[in-house]
């Protein structure tokens, strides 16, 4: 998986993109097994990258609806509806 020079963890933005170039690859290559699976290997970790990033972000999101009160009362309701 390609990582940043500073060897931070990428964000969700690099990840998203790095899946894309990975996509457009498989679509206009014939590609050796070997590559292929490499590339498939490479994309899985930037699949579980943005995964990990959209729950965080769904938990923060739910965390700041928590927050919110209405009349006293806590108004939340599930991310997604």
């Known amino acids: 998986m390609k990582e940043s ?3 931070e963890p990428l964000n969700f933005s690099d990840s ?3 899946l894309e ?3 457009e690859r498989f679509r206009r290559e014939t590609l050796p097994l070997e590559t292929a699976l490499a590339l498939f290997e ?3 970790g ?3 990258i943005c995964q990990g990033k959209l729950s965080q972000t769904r938990g923060r999101v ?3 609806v928590k927050s919110l009160q209405v009349d006293g009362e806590i108004a939340t309701r599930p991310f997604g509806e």
Do not use: F, R, T
């Open 62 to 64: 739910e965390e700041l």
């Open 16 to 18: 998203s993109k790095a």
């Open 21 to 23: 170039d990975i996509v």
């Open 46 to 48: 930037h699949v579980k």
């Open 42 to 44: 490479n994309g899985v």
């Open 5 to 7: 020079p500073s060897k």
